[in-house]
């Protein structure tokens, strides 16, 4: 199917009275969102890289997010030069995640 094939689907599908909706990750848990007819394609075909953009996120942030299991974590240096790893959040949205992961810090280093 071409990408204004399943354009053209969603767009049928909504003058029906319907929608898609997808599960997205969220603090503790998950919700759902309206998948837009004109992203159906990107949704089926790069379902990351939707996700991505559904949060305002880069394809990064969205692998780091789920690689460090949705934490985000302190961005300070120890003494012995490595990344010092504490938690700055139980549970985050990917967008948190992206923002606190890239430049937050712990108590210790703040």
């Given at each position: 199917?071409?990408?204004?094939?399943?354009?053209?689907?969603?767009?049928?599908?909504?003058?029906r009275g319907?929608?898609?909706y997808?599960?997205?990750?969220?603090?503790?848990g998950?919700?759902?969102?309206?998948?837009?007819?004109?992203?159906?394609p990107?949704?089926?075909?790069n379902?990351?890289a939707?996700?991505?953009?559904?949060?305002g996120?880069?394809?990064?942030?969205?692998?780091?997010?789920?690689?460090?299991?949705?934490?985000?974590?302190?961005?300070?240096?120890?003494?012995?030069?490595?990344?010092?790893?504490?938690?700055l959040?139980?549970d985050?949205?990917?967008?948190?995640?992206?923002?606190?992961?890239?430049?937050?810090?712990?108590?210790?280093?703040?």
């Amino acid at each position: 199917m071409l990408d204004g094939d399943k354009i053209a689907l969603a767009r049928a599908i909504e003058a029906r009275g319907g929608s898609i909706y997808a599960r997205v990750p969220r603090t503790g848990g998950a919700g759902t969102v309206r998948v837009e007819p004109v992203d159906l394609p990107l949704f089926l075909d790069n379902h990351t890289a939707w996700l991505a953009k559904v949060f305002g996120v880069t394809v990064a942030d969205l692998e780091a997010y789920y690689a460090f299991d949705q934490m985000p974590r302190c961005d300070g240096i120890t003494r012995t030069g490595r990344r010092c790893r504490n938690a700055l959040a139980n549970d985050s949205d990917p967008d948190e995640f992206a923002r606190l992961h890239r430049s937050g810090r712990c108590h210790l280093h703040s």
